[in-house]
Protein backbone atom coordinates (compact mmCIF):
# COMPACT_ATOMS: atom_id res chain seq x y z
CA UNK A 1 0.00 0.00 0.00
CA UNK A 2 1.18 3.46 -1.14
CA UNK A 3 0.92 6.59 0.73
CA UNK A 4 -2.31 7.50 2.86
CA UNK A 5 -4.31 10.16 2.27
CA UNK A 6 -7.40 11.95 4.02
CA UNK A 7 -9.97 13.87 2.09
CA UNK A 8 -12.32 16.16 3.66
CA UNK A 9 -15.76 17.19 2.29
CA UNK A 10 -18.36 19.41 3.78
CA UNK A 11 -21.37 19.26 1.64
CA UNK A 12 -22.58 23.05 0.52
CA UNK A 13 -25.10 21.85 -0.62
CA UNK A 14 -26.64 19.85 -3.91
CA UNK A 15 -24.11 16.87 -4.79
CA UNK A 16 -21.36 18.58 -6.46
CA UNK A 17 -18.79 18.27 -3.27
CA UNK A 18 -19.19 14.96 -2.62
CA UNK A 19 -19.76 13.71 -6.02
CA UNK A 20 -16.34 15.11 -6.90
CA UNK A 21 -14.57 13.86 -3.75
CA UNK A 22 -16.06 10.08 -3.84
CA UNK A 23 -15.38 9.82 -7.67
CA UNK A 24 -11.46 11.24 -6.83
CA UNK A 25 -11.22 8.81 -4.11
CA UNK A 26 -12.12 5.46 -5.70
CA UNK A 27 -9.40 6.96 -8.82
CA UNK A 28 -6.62 7.45 -5.99
CA UNK A 29 -7.55 4.03 -4.33
CA UNK A 30 -8.03 2.21 -7.88
CA UNK A 31 -5.40 3.19 -9.81
CA UNK A 32 -2.76 4.47 -7.78
CA UNK A 33 -2.90 1.95 -4.89
CA UNK A 34 -3.36 4.68 -1.83
CA UNK A 35 -5.28 3.98 1.28
CA UNK A 36 -8.01 6.47 1.03
CA UNK A 37 -10.12 7.63 3.65
CA UNK A 38 -13.28 10.42 2.77
CA UNK A 39 -15.08 11.82 5.44
CA UNK A 40 -17.61 13.46 4.86
CA UNK A 41 -20.34 15.41 7.13
CA UNK A 42 -23.47 15.21 5.57
CA UNK A 43 -23.79 11.14 5.09
CA UNK A 44 -27.26 11.33 3.42
CA UNK A 45 -26.20 13.07 0.15
CA UNK A 46 -23.32 9.83 -0.44
CA UNK A 47 -25.75 7.75 0.03
CA UNK A 48 -27.72 9.22 -2.57
CA UNK A 49 -24.63 8.75 -5.27
CA UNK A 50 -23.53 4.98 -3.24
CA UNK A 51 -26.82 3.49 -3.15
CA UNK A 52 -24.60 0.12 -2.28
CA UNK A 53 -23.71 1.91 0.69
CA UNK A 54 -26.21 0.76 3.83
CA UNK A 55 -28.06 3.72 5.44
CA UNK A 56 -27.33 3.91 9.64
CA UNK A 57 -24.03 3.25 9.76
CA UNK A 58 -21.39 5.75 10.67
CA UNK A 59 -18.28 4.24 8.02
CA UNK A 60 -18.59 2.12 5.31
CA UNK A 61 -15.41 0.40 3.53
CA UNK A 62 -16.17 0.38 -0.66
CA UNK A 63 -14.38 0.38 -3.52
CA UNK A 64 -11.28 0.10 -1.95
CA UNK A 65 -12.05 3.51 0.44
CA UNK A 66 -12.82 3.91 3.89
CA UNK A 67 -15.66 6.50 3.44
CA UNK A 68 -16.77 7.99 7.31
CA UNK A 69 -18.70 10.49 8.71
CA UNK A 70 -17.21 13.39 9.34
CA UNK A 71 -19.43 14.36 12.84
CA UNK A 72 -19.21 17.34 14.37
CA UNK A 73 -17.36 16.78 17.22
CA UNK A 74 -14.39 15.05 15.49
CA UNK A 75 -12.57 12.34 17.75
CA UNK A 76 -8.51 12.94 16.55
CA UNK A 77 -7.27 10.26 14.45
CA UNK A 78 -3.73 9.92 13.35
CA UNK A 79 -3.66 12.20 10.59
CA UNK A 80 -2.62 10.66 6.88
CA UNK A 81 0.83 11.88 4.81
CA UNK A 82 -1.51 14.23 1.85
CA UNK A 83 -4.47 15.65 3.16
CA UNK A 84 -6.83 17.32 0.79
CA UNK A 85 -9.56 19.67 2.25
CA UNK A 86 -12.08 20.01 -0.27
CA UNK A 87 -13.60 23.24 -1.32
CA UNK A 88 -12.00 25.12 1.20
CA UNK A 89 -13.89 23.12 3.56
CA UNK A 90 -12.34 23.82 7.01
CA UNK A 91 -10.77 20.92 8.61
CA UNK A 92 -11.21 19.84 11.97
CA UNK A 93 -9.18 21.83 14.72
CA UNK A 94 -7.89 18.81 16.51
CA UNK A 95 -6.98 17.04 13.01
CA UNK A 96 -4.76 19.76 12.10
CA UNK A 97 -3.21 20.26 15.84
CA UNK A 98 -2.15 16.51 15.02
CA UNK A 99 -0.85 17.04 11.94
CA UNK A 100 1.57 19.28 13.31
CA UNK A 101 2.72 17.36 15.59
CA UNK A 102 3.68 14.71 13.00
CA UNK A 103 7.40 14.12 13.02
CA UNK A 104 7.32 13.93 9.64
CA UNK A 105 4.60 17.24 8.18
CA UNK A 106 1.60 16.04 5.74
CA UNK A 107 1.33 17.71 2.46
CA UNK A 108 -1.67 19.86 2.87
CA UNK A 109 -4.18 20.86 0.00
CA UNK A 110 -7.12 22.61 -0.84
CA UNK A 111 -8.89 21.25 -3.48
CA UNK A 112 -10.51 24.06 -5.46
CA UNK A 113 -13.81 24.96 -7.70
CA UNK A 114 -13.13 23.87 -11.79
CA UNK A 115 -13.05 27.39 -13.73
CA UNK A 116 -11.91 28.11 -16.82
CA UNK A 117 -10.89 32.08 -15.81
CA UNK A 118 -7.64 33.05 -17.40
CA UNK A 119 -6.75 33.62 -13.59
CA UNK A 120 -6.54 29.80 -12.76
CA UNK A 121 -3.26 28.43 -13.53
CA UNK A 122 -1.80 31.39 -12.17
CA UNK A 123 -2.71 30.27 -8.63
CA UNK A 124 -3.06 26.32 -9.31
CA UNK A 125 0.41 25.23 -6.79
CA UNK A 126 0.55 28.42 -5.02
CA UNK A 127 1.32 28.03 -1.09
CA UNK A 128 -0.94 29.14 1.47
CA UNK A 129 1.10 29.66 4.52
CA UNK A 130 0.05 27.64 7.41
CA UNK A 131 1.73 28.12 11.37
CA UNK A 132 3.33 25.17 12.97
CA UNK A 133 5.38 23.93 10.16
CA UNK A 134 2.51 22.87 8.18
CA UNK A 135 2.93 23.35 4.00
CA UNK A 136 -0.61 23.96 2.20
CA UNK A 137 -1.26 24.53 -1.58
CA UNK A 138 -3.87 25.63 -3.68
CA UNK A 139 -4.56 22.93 -6.03
CA UNK A 140 -6.90 24.51 -9.36
CA UNK A 141 -8.12 21.47 -11.79
CA UNK A 142 -8.59 23.20 -15.07
CA UNK A 143 -8.82 22.63 -19.37
CA UNK A 144 -5.36 24.11 -20.12
CA UNK A 145 -1.88 23.60 -19.29
CA UNK A 146 -0.58 24.87 -15.65
CA UNK A 147 -4.01 23.49 -14.19
CA UNK A 148 -4.47 20.40 -12.14
CA UNK A 149 -6.87 18.96 -14.95
CA UNK A 150 -10.35 17.04 -15.10
CA UNK A 151 -11.06 13.61 -12.90
CA UNK A 152 -10.98 10.97 -15.27
CA UNK A 153 -10.89 7.61 -15.27
CA UNK A 154 -8.00 5.67 -16.69
CA UNK A 155 -10.11 3.37 -18.64
CA UNK A 156 -13.51 6.06 -19.29
CA UNK A 157 -13.20 6.71 -22.72
CA UNK A 158 -12.49 3.60 -23.71
CA UNK A 159 -15.46 1.76 -21.99
CA UNK A 160 -17.48 5.01 -23.40
CA UNK A 161 -16.75 4.42 -27.01
CA UNK A 162 -17.26 0.29 -26.23
CA UNK A 163 -20.45 1.24 -24.93
CA UNK A 164 -21.93 3.93 -27.40
CA UNK A 165 -20.47 1.18 -30.11
CA UNK A 166 -22.72 -1.33 -28.42
CA UNK A 167 -26.62 -0.49 -29.63
CA UNK A 168 -27.14 -3.62 -27.22
CA UNK A 169 -25.71 -2.73 -24.50
CA UNK A 170 -27.27 0.74 -24.74
CA UNK A 171 -30.60 -0.90 -25.16
CA UNK A 172 -30.12 -2.97 -22.67
CA UNK A 173 -29.74 0.43 -20.47
CA UNK A 174 -32.64 2.41 -21.45
CA UNK A 175 -35.28 -1.27 -20.74
CA UNK A 176 -33.48 -1.09 -17.29
CA UNK A 177 -35.07 2.82 -16.95
CA UNK A 178 -38.04 0.89 -18.47
CA UNK A 179 -37.35 3.36 -21.74
CA UNK A 180 -38.52 2.51 -25.18
CA UNK A 181 -36.38 4.35 -27.18
CA UNK A 182 -38.77 5.90 -30.58
CA UNK A 183 -37.20 5.34 -33.71
CA UNK A 184 -35.37 8.40 -34.85
CA UNK A 185 -36.15 10.76 -31.68
CA UNK A 186 -33.49 12.45 -30.34
CA UNK A 187 -32.74 11.52 -26.73
CA UNK A 188 -32.13 14.08 -24.03
CA UNK A 189 -30.91 14.13 -20.39
CA UNK A 190 -31.96 16.79 -18.27
CA UNK A 191 -30.10 17.44 -15.01
CA UNK A 192 -30.69 21.31 -14.12
CA UNK A 193 -31.53 23.84 -11.40
CA UNK A 194 -35.05 25.58 -10.97
CA UNK A 195 -35.05 26.63 -14.77
CA UNK A 196 -37.57 29.44 -16.35
CA UNK A 197 -35.91 28.73 -19.61
CA UNK A 198 -37.56 24.91 -19.37
CA UNK A 199 -41.10 26.12 -20.11
CA UNK A 200 -39.80 28.04 -23.83
CA UNK A 201 -37.67 25.04 -24.31
CA UNK A 202 -40.13 22.46 -23.67
CA UNK A 203 -42.55 23.94 -25.89
CA UNK A 204 -40.39 24.36 -29.03
CA UNK A 205 -39.32 20.18 -28.36
CA UNK A 206 -43.11 19.56 -27.91
CA UNK A 207 -44.00 21.34 -31.54
CA UNK A 208 -40.66 20.26 -33.57
CA UNK A 209 -41.30 18.34 -36.33
CA UNK A 210 -39.14 15.89 -35.22
CA UNK A 211 -39.70 13.12 -31.80
CA UNK A 212 -37.82 14.27 -28.82
CA UNK A 213 -37.40 12.00 -25.57
CA UNK A 214 -36.78 13.88 -22.13
CA UNK A 215 -35.10 11.63 -19.65
CA UNK A 216 -35.06 13.46 -15.74
CA UNK A 217 -33.50 11.78 -13.09
CA UNK A 218 -35.67 13.27 -9.88
CA UNK A 219 -33.93 16.76 -8.74
CA UNK A 220 -34.92 20.27 -8.78
CA UNK A 221 -36.57 20.84 -11.87
CA UNK A 222 -39.55 18.78 -11.20
CA UNK A 223 -41.58 21.60 -9.86
CA UNK A 224 -41.10 23.26 -13.45
CA UNK A 225 -41.49 20.26 -15.02
CA UNK A 226 -45.24 19.45 -12.99
CA UNK A 227 -45.88 23.35 -14.08
CA UNK A 228 -45.34 22.90 -17.92
CA UNK A 229 -47.26 19.88 -17.60
CA UNK A 230 -50.24 20.77 -15.66
CA UNK A 231 -49.72 18.43 -13.05
CA UNK A 232 -49.41 18.56 -9.46
CA UNK A 233 -46.82 16.27 -9.10
CA UNK A 234 -45.00 12.94 -11.28
CA UNK A 235 -44.46 9.75 -10.12
CA UNK A 236 -41.17 8.05 -10.44
CA UNK A 237 -41.06 5.71 -13.60
CA UNK A 238 -43.77 7.64 -15.29
CA UNK A 239 -44.12 9.37 -18.80
CA UNK A 240 -46.06 12.57 -20.37
CA UNK A 241 -46.78 12.93 -23.97
CA UNK A 242 -47.08 16.84 -25.23
CA UNK A 243 -47.01 16.76 -28.96
CA UNK A 244 -43.76 15.54 -30.14
CA UNK A 245 -42.05 14.90 -27.08
CA UNK A 246 -42.11 12.45 -24.37
CA UNK A 247 -41.38 13.04 -21.07
CA UNK A 248 -39.95 10.37 -18.67
CA UNK A 249 -39.16 11.06 -14.82
CA UNK A 250 -36.26 8.64 -13.51
CA UNK A 251 -35.62 7.61 -10.28
CA UNK A 252 -31.76 9.58 -9.19
CA UNK A 253 -28.99 7.04 -10.29
CA UNK A 254 -25.98 5.72 -8.94
CA UNK A 255 -22.89 7.56 -10.00
CA UNK A 256 -22.29 4.94 -12.37
CA UNK A 257 -25.63 4.80 -13.78
CA UNK A 258 -25.72 8.68 -14.60
CA UNK A 259 -22.37 7.99 -16.62
CA UNK A 260 -24.81 5.48 -18.85
CA UNK A 261 -27.04 8.18 -19.05
CA UNK A 262 -25.06 10.35 -20.59
CA UNK A 263 -23.51 8.27 -23.00
CA UNK A 264 -26.66 6.36 -24.39
CA UNK A 265 -28.03 10.52 -24.97
CA UNK A 266 -27.61 12.83 -27.85
CA UNK A 267 -27.33 15.69 -26.03
CA UNK A 268 -27.13 16.20 -22.61
CA UNK A 269 -28.45 19.04 -19.60
CA UNK A 270 -26.04 19.23 -17.19
CA UNK A 271 -25.18 21.80 -13.83
CA UNK A 272 -22.75 22.01 -11.24
CA UNK A 273 -18.93 20.77 -11.79
CA UNK A 274 -19.23 16.87 -11.78
CA UNK A 275 -22.02 16.26 -14.07
CA UNK A 276 -20.90 19.38 -16.13
CA UNK A 277 -17.24 17.36 -16.75
CA UNK A 278 -18.79 14.01 -17.13
CA UNK A 279 -20.99 15.06 -19.87
CA UNK A 280 -17.82 16.62 -22.14
CA UNK A 281 -16.34 13.07 -21.53
CA UNK A 282 -19.33 11.72 -23.13
CA UNK A 283 -18.36 13.35 -26.18
CA UNK A 284 -21.73 14.54 -26.90
CA UNK A 285 -22.90 18.78 -27.04
CA UNK A 286 -24.11 19.89 -23.81
CA UNK A 287 -26.11 22.07 -22.17
CA UNK A 288 -24.64 23.76 -18.53
CA UNK A 289 -26.72 25.04 -16.03
CA UNK A 290 -23.87 26.82 -14.30
CA UNK A 291 -24.63 26.87 -10.32
CA UNK A 292 -25.48 30.96 -9.50
CA UNK A 293 -22.71 32.99 -7.77
CA UNK A 294 -23.67 36.08 -5.79
CA UNK A 295 -23.35 39.45 -7.68
CA UNK A 296 -23.89 37.06 -10.94
CA UNK A 297 -20.40 35.93 -10.37
CA UNK A 298 -20.58 32.59 -12.36
CA UNK A 299 -20.86 34.73 -15.23
CA UNK A 300 -17.59 35.36 -16.15
CA UNK A 301 -16.95 31.17 -15.21
CA UNK A 302 -19.21 30.25 -17.70
CA UNK A 303 -18.08 33.17 -20.13
CA UNK A 304 -14.42 31.60 -19.82
CA UNK A 305 -15.55 27.75 -20.25
CA UNK A 306 -17.56 29.19 -23.48
CA UNK A 307 -14.48 31.27 -24.85
CA UNK A 308 -12.12 27.65 -24.14
CA UNK A 309 -14.40 25.44 -25.48
CA UNK A 310 -15.70 27.50 -28.48
CA UNK A 311 -11.90 28.34 -29.80
CA UNK A 312 -11.82 26.25 -32.49
CA UNK A 313 -15.33 25.89 -33.76
CA UNK A 314 -17.21 28.15 -36.64
CA UNK A 315 -17.97 31.35 -35.88
CA UNK A 316 -21.85 30.91 -36.69
CA UNK A 317 -21.40 27.04 -34.18
CA UNK A 318 -19.97 29.16 -31.60
CA UNK A 319 -22.30 31.94 -31.40
CA UNK A 320 -25.23 29.38 -31.66
CA UNK A 321 -24.01 27.09 -28.94
CA UNK A 322 -22.90 30.77 -26.97
CA UNK A 323 -26.98 32.21 -27.12
CA UNK A 324 -28.26 28.82 -26.35
CA UNK A 325 -26.55 28.41 -22.69
CA UNK A 326 -27.47 31.92 -21.71
CA UNK A 327 -30.82 31.35 -22.75
CA UNK A 328 -30.46 28.55 -20.24
CA UNK A 329 -28.67 30.73 -17.80
CA UNK A 330 -31.29 33.10 -17.64
CA UNK A 331 -30.31 35.71 -21.21
CA UNK A 332 -31.86 34.66 -23.90
CA UNK A 333 -35.07 33.09 -25.37
CA UNK A 334 -34.42 29.12 -25.39
CA UNK A 335 -37.03 28.51 -27.92
CA UNK A 336 -35.08 30.71 -30.53
CA UNK A 337 -32.18 29.47 -29.41
CA UNK A 338 -32.79 26.27 -29.58
CA UNK A 339 -33.99 26.24 -33.33
CA UNK A 340 -29.93 27.90 -33.61
CA UNK A 341 -28.15 25.20 -32.04
CA UNK A 342 -30.35 22.74 -34.29
CA UNK A 343 -29.20 24.69 -37.35
CA UNK A 344 -25.41 23.69 -36.12
CA UNK A 345 -26.10 20.08 -34.22
CA UNK A 346 -23.57 18.26 -36.67
CA UNK A 347 -20.70 20.72 -36.44
CA UNK A 348 -21.33 20.59 -32.26
CA UNK A 349 -22.06 17.11 -32.22
CA UNK A 350 -18.49 17.04 -33.94
CA UNK A 351 -16.72 19.13 -31.55
CA UNK A 352 -18.11 17.51 -28.75
CA UNK A 353 -15.62 14.21 -29.72
CA UNK A 354 -13.08 16.73 -30.46
CA UNK A 355 -12.70 18.30 -27.50
CA UNK A 356 -13.08 15.08 -25.19
CA UNK A 357 -10.12 13.49 -27.20
CA UNK A 358 -8.16 17.31 -26.82
CA UNK A 359 -8.96 17.19 -23.05
CA UNK A 360 -8.18 13.82 -22.56
CA UNK A 361 -4.45 13.97 -23.65
CA UNK A 362 -3.80 16.11 -20.63
CA UNK A 363 -3.09 14.34 -17.27
CA UNK A 364 -6.06 13.82 -15.08
CA UNK A 365 -6.49 15.08 -11.69
CA UNK A 366 -5.82 12.61 -9.66
CA UNK A 367 -2.57 11.69 -11.77
CA UNK A 368 -2.00 15.11 -11.02
CA UNK A 369 -2.47 15.11 -7.52
CA UNK A 370 -0.16 12.04 -7.00
CA UNK A 371 2.64 13.55 -9.27
CA UNK A 372 2.57 16.92 -7.19
CA UNK A 373 2.65 14.84 -3.79
CA UNK A 374 5.82 13.36 -5.43
CA UNK A 375 7.70 16.44 -6.32
CA UNK A 376 6.80 18.05 -3.25
CA UNK A 377 8.47 14.82 -1.24
CA UNK A 378 11.66 15.35 -3.79
CA UNK A 379 11.72 19.01 -3.12
CA UNK A 380 11.80 18.12 0.47
CA UNK A 381 14.55 15.31 0.45
O1 LIG B 1 -25.36 18.81 -7.52
P1 LIG B 1 -24.66 19.90 -8.21
O2 LIG B 1 -25.47 21.07 -8.55
O3 LIG B 1 -23.43 20.36 -7.36
C1 LIG B 1 -23.06 21.70 -7.20
C2 LIG B 1 -21.82 22.07 -7.91
O4 LIG B 1 -20.78 21.19 -7.65
C3 LIG B 1 -21.43 23.46 -7.54
O5 LIG B 1 -20.24 23.82 -8.19
C4 LIG B 1 -21.24 23.51 -6.06
O6 LIG B 1 -20.88 24.75 -5.65
C5 LIG B 1 -22.52 23.11 -5.42
O7 LIG B 1 -22.89 21.82 -5.83
C6 LIG B 1 -22.40 23.13 -3.93
O8 LIG B 1 -24.05 19.35 -9.58
P2 LIG B 1 -22.81 18.39 -9.90
O9 LIG B 1 -21.53 19.04 -9.55
O10 LIG B 1 -22.98 17.95 -11.27
O11 LIG B 1 -23.01 17.16 -8.93
C7 LIG B 1 -24.02 16.22 -9.13
C8 LIG B 1 -23.53 14.82 -8.84
O12 LIG B 1 -24.63 13.94 -8.85
C9 LIG B 1 -22.54 14.31 -9.89
O13 LIG B 1 -21.54 13.54 -9.24
C10 LIG B 1 -23.39 13.40 -10.75
C11 LIG B 1 -24.34 12.85 -9.73
N1 LIG B 1 -25.61 12.32 -10.24
C12 LIG B 1 -25.89 10.99 -10.01
O14 LIG B 1 -25.04 10.25 -9.46
N2 LIG B 1 -27.10 10.48 -10.41
C13 LIG B 1 -28.02 11.23 -11.05
O15 LIG B 1 -29.10 10.73 -11.41
C14 LIG B 1 -27.70 12.61 -11.30
C15 LIG B 1 -28.71 13.47 -12.02
C16 LIG B 1 -26.50 13.12 -10.87
Known amino acids: MGARWDIFCSVVDNYGDIGVTWRLARQLAAEHGLAVRLWVDEPAAFLRLCPQAAAGQESWLLAGVEVHHW ?36 LWLNLEYLSAEDWVAGCHGLPSPQPGGLQKFFFFPGFTEGTGGLLREADLLPRRRAFQADGAARQAFLDSLGIQPLA ?13 GLA ?24 DLCRWLGVDSLEEGGSWRRGNLQLHLLPFLSQPDYDLLLWSCDF ?21 HIYQQEEGAHWDKLDAFLDCYCGSLSPPAAAALKALWHAWNGQGDMGAAWAGFLAQENRLTEHAE ?4 AQATRPDLAAALVQFHRNWLSCAA
Open 184 to 196: GARLISLFAYENA
Open 354 to 357: AWCV
Open 268 to 288: NAIRGEDSFVRAQWAGRPLLW
Open 200 to 223: PWLDALAGAGEATQLLVPRGRIEA
Open 71 to 106: PKDFLAVEPADVVIEAFACTLPENYVAAMAARASKP
